[in-house]
């Protein structure tokens, strides 16, 4: 069985990882330092370090968290069933960039200079991971758009897809993406 966290200790680490997170999208990744989030987070640096050994693992946390959500939320169309039939998709079946732009103090990051490292590796390797182990796609030719190389192709245009798209400032509507 899974063990919560205390309400105040997800609390606080709530905070950390969303000031880091603005500092990050002001600053950029190399210049922010724990002396920074703590300033900025109204906590002392004893607290910052109960929790984690450096902004180091703190951007690990926040990658690792950003990459369940955006799998949950990118499944939703084959959560029941993996088969993904291109024939009959709605554009209701792109409820993941509403998540996207809802979250966009995560996404925004992926775009600037200066990113988290590791940030935009992730989102492309949870693309890859999905395509290959999550969905499997019904269409006119099916074994072609489910082999590996298709796999890497549709994961990097989406992929593409959604930089620009963060680029651009979300200029089209989710369901228009």
Request: some cysteine; proline content about 3%.
């Amino acid at each position: 069985m899974e063990r919560k966290e205390d309400r105040r200790i997800e609390r606080t680490k709530e905070t950390l990882r969303t000031t880091f997170k603005q500092l990050v999208l002001q600053q950029g990744y190399s210049k922010v330092k724990v002396k920074d989030i703590v300033e900025v987070a109204n906590y002392n640096r004893t607290t910052f370090y109960v929790h984690y050994d450096g902004k180091e693992e703190l951007a690990k946390e926040i990658i690792q968290l950003e990459m369940q959500r955006f799998l949950f939320e990118f499944c939703k169309p084959v959560r029941d069933n993996p088969v993904l039939d291109l024939r009959v998709m709605k554009p209701d079946g792109t409820d993941v960039f509403h998540y996207i732009k809802e979250n966009r103090s995560y996404y925004d990051l992926l775009v600037i200079d200066d990113a988290v490292p590791g940030m935009q590796t992730a989102l492309l390797d949870e693309l890859k991971d999905i395509f290959h182990n999550r969905m499997y796609f019904l269409g006119e030719k099916a074994s072609e758009i489910n082999a590996p190389y298709f796999i890497h192709y549709r994961a990097y245009g989406i992929y593409g897809f959604i930089l620009e798209w963060i680029r651009a400032g979300y200029d089209a509507s989710p369901s228009e993406s």
